[in-house]
């Protein structure tokens, strides 16, 4: 096992490039994560995400993914809001995005400091290593369970919304890893701390959550308005509300934001035309617009229809009769998704 002080090394260099948490876990995770993936995919809980199905084995633990794989450094970047995440959902004329989507996306700026500090890891460690000896650097782009990862490396817990939780940053923390052939001393796993709390579950639009601790991600606004693909179902559209890009409300309510942090990263700054956009300026975009505007956005990656589809909800809930002409604009749309969304949008309007 590599020594302490060259963990604190690492520690600190990784503060210095700016990421807020850092923990270090065996690359291990119990048998017991990989039943509750099994269960979660079995009772057909993840939809369209075929992509879970796929590689659930690899997904159950980091060595099932890479078998020589010994530890995991396990990274957090706060993105705590510096306005509430709530407030537009009383504005039925704006389109409500999801915080974390309101600035630049995290992955190519979380992923260039993992480089640097994997580089600085085998620069450091040089003197302990074999020529062997490997660094990997993640950010949401394998199959690994991040969430069980840095609870067991002490960053937070999993709380009942199946979201992790931190005692310092509350619901904003984006995740990285570094995983490595290298032994390193671990830190302490994190304890739940959610109690009798169960706010997060009783705020859900859609009641996505079967019982705590579990997801039906069928459910869940953030799976419907971005990764699913198809027309939303009737039941869950007056629940959509005026959201058009992902959901916080589970994340919003939970206590322990009141210890949470504004972020302290100019790169996670929302765009202010981001944090109060009107549905009926966007009911008007044509695709090359949309992705003009969205460039550099987690939100250019659901793709243009996807994008129309979740406005026109909106404009259906808005409850405003002067947004029925921007609706109407897209009642004889090529696409078949896109129609029936938007004659849906009309009747409600009209009613």
């Known amino acids: 096992m590599l020594p302490v002080s060259l963990t604190q090394l690492i520690r600190n260099k990784a503060f210095e490039l700016g990421f807020d948490q850092f923990g270090i876990c065996k690359a291990q995770l119990s048998p017991e994560k990989a039943q509750q993936l099994n ?61 974390y989507a309101r600035h630049r996306d995290y992955h190519d700026m979380i992923k260039g400091w993992l480089k640097h500090l994997a580089q600085y890891i085998i620069k450091e460690a040089k003197p302990f290593i074999t020529p062997t000896d490997q660094v990997k650097v993640f950010v949401d782009t394998a199959p690994i369970m991040e969430k069980p990862l840095a609870q067991q490396a002490g960053l937070g817990w999993q709380g009942k919304h199946t979201n992790l939780v931190s005692r310092q940053f509350g619901s904003w923390l984006f995740l990285g890893e570094i995983l490595t052939t290298l032994e390193l001393p671990p830190s302490q796993t994190s304890k739940n701390h959610c109690g009798s709390c169960n706010q997060c579950l009783q705020a859900c639009p859609t009641n996505a959550f079967p019982a705590p601790f579990q997801l039906d991600a069928t459910r869940c606004i953030s799976y419907l308005t971005i990764e699913y693909s198809g027309a939303i179902p009737i039941e869950f559209r ?25 972020s302290r990263h100019i790169k996670l700054q929302a765009r202010q035309e981001l944090n109060k956009p009107l549905l009926k300026e966007f009911s008007h975009f044509t695709e090359e617009e949309f992705r003009q505007f969205f460039s550099g956005s987690p939100v250019k990656r659901i793709g243009y229809i996807r994008f129309i589809r979740n406005v026109l909800i909106a404009l259906g809930n808005s409850q405003q009769q002067s947004l029925l002409c921007h609706a109407q604009l897209w009642a004889n749309h090529d696409n078949a998704i896109i129609q029936e969304t938007a004659q849906w949008a009309i009747e409600q309007l009209k009613s």
Do not use: T
């Not at 633990?61 to 537009?88: F, M």
């Not at 629940?239 to 919003?252: E, F, H, P, V």
């Open 39 to 99: 269960e979660f995919i079995d009772r057909k809980r993840h939809g369209e995400m075929q992509w879970l199905e796929d590689r659930s084995f690899q997904r159950s633990s980091p060595d099932h993914l890479w078998p020589e794989v010994k530890s995991a450094i396990v990274l957090g970047v706060n993105y705590g809001p510096d306005i509430d995440p709530l407030a537009n959902l009383n504005h039925p004329e704006i389109g409500n995005i999801s915080v």
């Open 238 to 262: 007056k629940s959509i509300g005026n959201r058009i890009y992902g959901c916080d409300d589970c994340l919003a309510v939970c206590p322990w934001n009141h210890f949470a942090q504004h």
